[in-house]
T-cell receptor, first 108, second 113 residues
Framework: QQPVQSPQAVILREGEDAVINCSSS?????VHWYRQKHGEAPVFLMI?????EQKGHEKISASFNEKKQQSSLYLTASQLSYSGTYFC?????????FGAGTTVTVRA | EAQVTQNPRYLITVTGKKLTVTCSQN?????MSWYRQDPGLGLRQIYY???????DKGDVPEGYKVSRKEKRNFPLILESPSPNQTSLYFC????????????FGQGTRLTVV
């Protein structure tokens, strides 16, 4: 079952912050985050494992709350290069299911 | 260079004509999978393989077949394509099935008319 992402889209000016949320109806042991730029393949950002560990990639960080079955991705001081569609992925046994994606547009 | 290679990148075919999309990885990964990407629906897993000769259904397996005879290759077969299989397809591989980064191929844009 696909996780649910929100919002569907967000528009930012350079330097602004944004949060993307990912939730699941099933118990989570890990959450993946990927970014896909237009016309390209998805690229790995980070994996968060059960335990609430926060991770970072450039000025992009994420948190994972397994009790609430949620993860959040934080885009801090956004740059033009952050534009793209962000997907969260959740593992269920050996299946990896992705959310519908959040399209982020960063404008100068 | 570590990579996942899909072929062809673009394909237009007619309803009912069998086709195969190839996927190959050079990273000695155990886990491989196929996804389709449609607007508003994100990436949906079609099939996955945990190792050679071990495959299982993802969320949307109907109308597709796969095989894993060698570790590096994981072809996607459409025995009788239909227009609703028009989509962007991605192959991905990872070291193992759990908690590891997935590497994606460049995608295959399939149009079935």
């Amino acid at each position: 079952q696909q996780p649910v992402q929100s919002p569907q889209a967000v528009i930012l000016r350079e330097g602004e912050d944004a949060v993307i949320n990912c939730s699941s109806s099933k118990a989570l042991y890990s959450v993946h985050w990927y970014r896909q730029k237009h016309g390209e393949a998805p690229v790995f950002l980070m994996i968060l494992l059960k335990g609430g560990e926060q991770k970072g990639h450039e000025k992009i960080s994420a948190s994972f709350n397994e009790k609430k079955q949620q993860s959040s991705l934080y885009l801090t001081a956004s740059q033009l290069s952050y534009s793209g569609t962000y997907f969260c992925g959740t593992e269920d046994d050996y299946k990896l299911s992705f959310g519908a994606g959040t399209t982020v547009t960063v404008r100068a | 260079e570590a990579q996942v290679t899909q072929n062809p990148r673009y394909l237009i075919t007619v309803t009912g004509k069998k086709l195969t999309v190839t996927c190959s990885q050079n990273m000695n990964h155990e886990y491989m999978s196929w996804y389709r990407q449609d607007p508003g629906l994100g990436l949906r897993q079609i099939y996955y393989s945990m190792n050679v000769e071990v495959t299982d259904k993802g969320d949307v397996p109907e109308g597709y077949k796969v095989s894993r005879k060698e570790k590096r290759n994981f072809p996607l077969i459409l025995e009788s394509p239909s227009p609703n299989q028009t989509s962007l397809y991605f192959c991905a591989s990872s070291f193992k099935g759990h908690f590891t980064e997935a590497f994606f191929g460049q995608g295959t844009r399939l149009t079935v008319v």
